[in-house]
């Protein structure tokens, strides 16, 4: 990094280095500076020269499609969308009391929080490095506030560990460094590592494990005050004749290397998850609704697509409108597809067989969340917990606080389950109310204000959300191997978006850095004579 | 943690427990039960039974002398504040556009920040485990939101190590990890610690080793694509046909063991630094307002306290009026004085020679602070930095992004300085622009885009502050052991408090807590028969 050289110019050389040698070398050179990337955002498309009366027609109002859509608007064409629900958004999806919600098999839950509170079923979280999504909140004034994620007095609670009892995060940390330290550091002292680490390195080591595990000076991690200043103290610090702190008690080593502790460390300091972290100020779907008012007049809802056609002179999309059943047809010369593969696999669509099989290749996710409403913020009161997650090994796998209207008096929602893998069928196998049973049985483990303060919950199970059939895509190595790019390359008239599309599969951002691909390749085919 | 019990039951038992006895049989209760205590804070004090017409003058309106005034005046007491400054708040101070401010010395500085900015000199962060704070913000309706503090994606520097070139926290923070677990791994594999580790807990170690410092099959830490899920990538997960990411280079070992990683890494699960953390809005003055606001009659401004006598039937303070010269003398019949040591050591205090000793034993510290203005907020713009502290060592040490408004047009203040030990002297000796200059001149270390921003500075440097001179009270183990008890115990009429009367010196909280205990000492004496 040298000095004098302005962000603006950096970017500008960057941008140039890409245009005119490639992506590769731009990382490269970007590296080179001291800067990795952190997005494969580029900033607002550039789609000068749309042809005059040129038409697409966008199929899905996700964030894909809304982006798509509101893109391709500003560059001249004439864009109209398509989509099978109510409401635009897809999973940019947030349920308030009032909102009420079928799931397949039936079951219509309508949600009782009081005003303000909200559950956002899918999407509930930005990352710093979600350039291209957090461009887009700051140009619609989408208000955003710390998602807090990463929390130290949350609990870490495992079945095998701990007697049962939940754990607060920075005692289980505190105790694996100190460990890790310790031992690191007797290896070290007993030559185990001699030809592994330089002489110089060694005394830097040492120091560093001293320093960072809070280890005495015979390099052992021990009970003291010393230590309790990196986890919590019997009795902290405070003022008057007994304002002296008193020390806590470590937890027993072979507790702390359980699973549980490891993992909920790992997924705290991992890329994706890493603070700092947003969400949108009332709900996620701000985001969805900033894109779709900016598009009053075209999209379509209640529309059902069945059928899409492609010729040399145009895309013809069939669809059926939900509430009377009437088919239509809508031309234009170009679509983008931003339908999850789970639908889209089903639909009729004209495109080549690579194309189809990479379209019936990827397998989805059934994630499920659960969110319960309490007459008081008893984690706030009673236990300091402001925000961040608490884990635990049950099915549930988490409880999460609310990241916003700290120390309000009066009910607020919590995110009581998100259930992956095996949970998350699980919960999907149960009625709307079990699973709230199944939520308040696990979460009273942690929290046994649990059963007194409750009030009400919703849940969603993705796998029975009638417009998804599942939460993502999974792509596996072999899957991308075979059918990514098979997947995201133009095919005549037709290109498809949505995080499905993209490396980033679950994120909004994988969704909306898709949809710039996706017009980017409908443009450049759009204008090339 | 037994289920069906709630925390109503736990808290009055434990209060119960502690009635009966005493703290440090309450204390290990809740460790019993499994909870740590958070706090020395019980809540608000039982001041019942006040004498009639029983007056008590408070010295000092910084947030222990407000909180005294403002719990004793419920309780019907008679209350007067006398306050050196003319404003309420002490150190519970916020600079604003338009604020000036005279140092000793006689340098004036113009505040000129744009509406809206600020730079708080003193106290700026609040933890989740300071209850009495929290409580008092609550019951004040003070509004806070999350001070962000530990931000991944901000800078770690050392002038020793990369180069000079400022790295992002995840890239040292999961390399460290990472050669730390491979390391032990290899002395685990080796049988070098069979003797400090069972068969069983070392099998386990290995897993969490493995998982946690992502470690390939040979438990080595490698390039690839699972640690750049960690740490950042060359080039990140995106969308289209180049949406597959690239793995970053590993940074050098002897690099990654720079002192300023390691205690980067612990400064941030400190007990006293770990997220969750809180700022008021818009300013952290916003607590001591408002304290002040519900004293509307009882503080005495621009009053400098010069004698403080007592006898068996009351107080006497002497005080100069700062505007008029005139001197005053107020009586009463008790007094709660919250005067820094700095000060109260110059002033003629009827107390007997141990407490004397005491409160001239205390060296104070001098820390600096420099807030820097610039025309827009280039590090979340340019470099993805939404709030948290980069650590620096340079004499500055840190720079600290806002933690508000985020993704706002125009500009915005940082925290360019917050200079301890011998940088705070050195900051101290500077004049105001010289301070500014150098934190430009390290921070653009950092930040190369500093001095094309730059809009304006203003700084404060502790030792200068008329009214302190010194931030905060150093106690050595040797002073607590000689001094504490003599300082914080109730003599005669005089019971001092302040958060040099605490185990928090520096921390508002050790402030309400001193307080807490001195007014609970003062009603004790009050009350007795």
Redesign the interface.
Known sequence: ???????FTR?DMLRAIGLIAG??AM??AM?AL?H??????TGAPDLSGAPRGAKVVVLGAGLAGLLAAYELERAGYEVQVLEYQNRPGGRNWTLRGGDTYTELGGATQTVRFAPGNYLNPGPWRIS??H?AI?HY??AFNVR???F?Q????AFVHSTHAFGG????Y??V??D??GN??S??A???N?G??DH??TQ??RE??L???K??G?LDDSLTYRKGLHV???????????????????P??LLP??DV???V???S??FF????M???M?QPVGGMDMIGKAFASRLPHQITLNAKVTGIAQDEKGVTVRWADTRSAEMHETKADWCVCTLPLTILSQIDIQVSAAKKAAISAVPYASHAKVGLEFRRR?WE????????ISFTDQEIALVSYP?DN??AAGPAVLLGAFALGRGGYDLAGMTPEERIEAALKQG??IH??Y??EFLSGASVAWSRVPWMLGCRARWSEAD?AAH??NL??MEGRIVLAGDH????AGWQE?AL??????I??LHHRATAV
């Open positions: 990094m040298t000095t004098g050289q302005t962000a970017r992506a590769g990382y490269q590296t001291g990795a990337a952190e997005s494969q955002f710093h490095h350039r957090l909140c700051r955003l506030e710390p807090i990463f929390n130290n007095n009892r939940p754990q607060r920075r005692d940390a505190a694996f460094h890790v330290a031992l690191l007797t290896a070290v007993t185990g590592l592994a680490v110089d390195d830097r080591l120091e560093a494990l320093g960072w809070t309790s200043g990196q986890r919590s103290y019997a009795r902290p610090p405070g003022a008057g004749a007994d304002g002296a702190p008193l806590s008690d080593f072979h290397l359980d699973p502790v490891w993992k460390m790992k300091t991992s890329y994706d890493q603070p700092t947003f008893f009161e009673d236990e300091a917990i402001y925000g961040g990241n700290f120390h009273e483990k046994p204000q059963r007194k991308r990514y790019q995201v390359s599309a993209s490396y980033m994988g850095l898709s949809s710039l691909d996706a980017r390749q």
